[in-house]
């Protein structure tokens, strides 16, 4: 299931170069129910936004620069990775994923409430997960 992408990005304080291919929508509860928190780049400790280790559910939706992205990337999906530690902690679990939904981060990923940081794009965490089902 897709949800529909925000129709506005909140304006906030970036380097002009900046872009956004993906948009990560995270959801307190599993089924896309309680606090929710839009994540539009690099969130390295979610302490600070009052959502660490709440994340239930997720919507990874194309960002207004998905496509040029892509295009400059040799066609390769953009990607969101999870971290289960603050400052993107690669001895933590980590989940890597494309645009999508997934309203159970607990199924199929074992993923419920243990997200700490947030990172686009990254190219040390090499595979994606498969879709949520």
């Known amino acids: ?3 529909p992408i925000p129709a506005l990005i909140p304006r906030i304080s970036a380097q002009p ?3 956004y291919p993906l948009i990560a929508v995270l959801w ?3 089924g896309y129910g309680g606090t929710k928190r839009a994540i539009f780049f690099d969130t390295s400790n979610l302490a600070l936004e009052n959502f660490d280790n709440k994340a239930s559910a997720i919507g990874v939706y194309r960002g207004p620069d998905y496509d040029n992205w892509k295009n400059t990337h040799g066609g390769t999906e953009p990607t969101v990775s999870l ?3 603050p400052n993107y902690g690669e001895a933590d679990p ?3 994923l494309t645009a999508g939904a ?3 981060l607990g199924i ?3 993923f419920n409430d243990i997200t700490s940081s947030v990172k686009f794009n990254a190219r040390v965490f090499a595979s994606t ?3 949520c089902p």
Do not use: D
């Open 94 to 96: 980590i989940l890597v």
């Open 102 to 104: 997934c309203a159970n």
């Open 1 to 3: 299931m897709i949800l």
């Open 17 to 19: 170069s900046q872009q």
């Open 129 to 131: 997960s498969p879709p």
């Open 28 to 30: 307190e509860h599993a």
């Open 83 to 85: 971290c289960a530690a």
């Open 108 to 110: 199929p990923y074992n």
